[in-house]
C-alpha cells in the first residue's frame, strides 16, 4: 500500500454516506429487482441491486469516481494508475477521462479480451503482466515511480471503499422505502472492498453481512479463520474477478470484526446463478457478478433468513463464456417453467 493510501487509511459509515449523497447525481440510480421464480428457488425474498446496469458494468465505478475526483481535486497528479483483474481499470480509466486525467491500467496477462479492449476504449494505456497481483504490483511501482502518477488501490484506498459501499447503502435505503427491513446482505469477495463497504454501510444495524468467494480463492474466509491476512494460491474459477491472492490490509481490519461469515461457492454454483438471472430477470451478470446471487441461494438454504439483499456487483461478461454457460446449466436450471419471467423492478 503506498504512503498515501496509509496517510490516509481510515473509513468510516459517514464516508460512505458522504459518497452515497455525493454520486446520488453522478452515477446511475441502478434498480432492484424481484423475482418470484428465484424467491421460490431461494426460498426467501430476494433483493437484487442491479450494479451490472452501472455506468462501465460494474459497482467498481462508484469507487473508482469518488476517489479520482478527489484526486482531480488537489490537484497534485497529472494522471491515476490502477491494477486490477478488470473491472476497478476500466472504471478508473473511465473515471480519469470524466476528468481529464490520464490513466494507466495494469492487468493479468489472462484478463478477459472484452474487458482490455473496453478499458483501452475508455482510452487508457493497458500493461499485461504476469497472472499474480503481485506481480502486477511490482509493474505499479515501476509505473509510479517513472510518472509520479497516483495510485488508486482496488482494495486499499478508503474512497474506494466508501464508493462501493454506496451500493449497499442505496440498496437497504430502496428496501426500506417498501417497508421492508434486510435480515443479510450477500457481496461477492475479491480483494474486501465491497463486502467491507457494506459492513459500514450497514453499521449500527441488525442486518448480518456475507462475503462469497470462489472455492480455492478464499483468502477472507482463512484470513478470518488465522486473525491475520492470508494469502492463497488462486484456483481456477469461473469469477475472473474474485481471484486475488491476499484480501486487502485496509478491508480486512474493517471486515475482521463486522463481517457475518463467509460463503463458498462453486463453479456449478456461479455457472447456474448466471442462467437463473438471465432467465428470471432478464440480467446478464458475469460471473464474478452471478457470485452474490449464488451466495444467496446457499445462505437462503440454512434458512436463517427471509429477506437476503444481493449487490449484483458487474455485468461485462464474455460472449462465448455465457454462451457455454447457457448451453451447460441453462436447460437443468431450477424452477426454469417455460422461459421464466421478467424481472420485476421494486
Not at 101 to 112: F, G, M, R, S
Not at 203 to 214: D, I, N, S
Not at 242 to 257: A, C, D, K, N
Request: overall charge neutral.
Amino acid at each position: 500500500m503506498s504512503n498515501e493510501v496509509l496517510a490516509h487509511a481510515d473509513v468510516r459509515r459517514d464516508d460512505v454516506t458522504a459518497a452515497a449523497v455525493w454520486l446520488r447525481d453522478r452515477v446511475v440510480d441502478t434498480p432492484l429487482v424481484r423475482s418470484a421464480t428465484l424467491d421460490r428457488i431461494a426460498g426467501a425474498r430476494l433483493w437484487l441491486k442491479a450494479e451490472n446496469l452501472q455506468i462501465g458494468g460494474s459497482y467498481k465505478f462508484r469507487g473508482a469516481l469518488r476517489a479520482v475526483s478527489q484526486i482531480a481535486q488537489r490537484g497534485e497528479h497529472r494522471g491515476v494508475i490502477a491494477q486490477s483483474t478488470g473491472n476497478h481499470a476500466l472504471a478508473v480509466a473511465m473515471a480519469a477521462e470524466w476528468y481529464g486525467l490520464t490513466a494507466t491500467a495494469v492487468l493479468p496477462i489472462d484478463a478477459p479480451a472484452a474487458k482490455v479492449a473496453s478499458i483501452k476504449d475508455s482510452g487508457a494505456r493497458v500493461e499485461l503482466a504476469g497472472t499474480t497481483v503481485w506481480r502486477r504490483l511490482e509493474v505499479v511501482d515501476r509505473l509510479q515511480a517513472a510518472s509520479g502518477d497516483a495510485v488508486l488501490d482496488a482494495y486499499d484506498h478508503p474512497s474506494v471503499i466508501a464508493g462501493q459501499g454506496s451500493a449497499t447503502w442505496d440498496l437497504v435505503e430502496a428496501v426500506d422505502r417498501r417497508g421492508t427491513s434486510l435480515d443479510a446482505v450477500v457481496v461477492p469477495v475479491g480483494g474486501g472492498g465491497g463486502v467491507a463497504g457494506a459492513c459500514l454501510a450497514l453499521e449500527g444495524r441488525e442486518t448480518a453481512v456475507y462475503g462469497v468467494e470462489p472455492v480455492g480463492c478464499d483468502s477472507l474466509a482463512r484470513s478470518l479463520d488465522a486473525g491475520r491476512r492470508i494469502a492463497v494460491p488462486p484456483a481456477p474459477t469461473l469469477a475472473d474477478g474474485l481471484r486475488p491472492s491476499l484480501v486487502g490490509r485496509l478491508p480486512f481490519e474493517i471486515l475482521r470484526t463486522r463481517v457475518a461469515g463467509v460463503v463458498p461457492v462453486d463453479d456449478d454454483d456461479i455457472g447456474l446463478a448466471v442462467c437463473l438471472a438471465l432467465f428470471h430477470t432478464k440480467l446478464l451478470l458475469e460471473p464474478s457478478g452471478a457470485a452474490g446471487l449464488a451466495g444467496a441461494l446457499r445462505l437462503a438454504a440454512s434458512g436463517s433468513y427471509t429477506d437476503i439483499g444481493v449487490v449484483l456487483t458487474g455485468g461485462n461478461a464474455e460472449a462465448g463464456l455465457i454462451a457455454r454457460l447457457v448451453a451447460e446449466y441453462g436447460a437443468t436450471r431450477a424452477g426454469s417453467g417455460g422461459g421464466g419471467e421478467k424481472g420485476r423492478r421494486a
